[in-house]
């Protein structure tokens, strides 16, 4: 196995899991998070679940690498009863969430089969564009 530089990391996302009895937790914490962290990107609720590899009711935030050091920790502290999932971005998804990844509370199971096939989706049109 090769050792990769951490530099491949263009930034992280967390994604807050919530249900119909954290979501107000849920709120108070994007409300604070917005207010604390401006330059964080804040995606929208996204209520529907499963959706993509994510099997619960989420939002994502997004931010860039050198506010790591500030959002995962003040999120650790501030969590309630939220599970959260960190990951890098470094260009390929699967690999980002099924290895690369970290969590914030309990742990949850992905659907890292639909990550797998978008993966090998995008891999069967590049080479299609290739030949
Ligand atoms: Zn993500």
Do not use: C
């Amino acid at each position: 196995m090769k050792f990769r530089p951490a530099d491949e990391i263009t930034g992280y996302h967390v994604h807050i899991y919530y249900d119909g009895a954290t979501k107000q937790w849920a709120g108070h914490l994007r409300r604070e998070v917005a207010k604390l962290f401006p330059d964080a990107e804040i995606g929208r609720w996204r209520d529907k679940a499963p959706q993509g590899p994510h099997p619960q009711s989420h939002y994502q935030i997004a931010f860039e690498t050198e506010l790591f050091a500030h959002i995962v920790p003040w999120l650790t502290l501030n969590r309630g009863a939220l599970d959260m999932l960190v990951h890098p971005n470094t260009g390929d998804g699967y690999e980002d969430h099924a290895n690369n990844r970290m969590w914030v509370g309990s742990s949850l199971d992905l659907r890292l089969d639909y990550l797998k096939q978008l993966a090998e989706k995008r891999k069967a049109a590049k080479a299609q564009k290739a030949a």
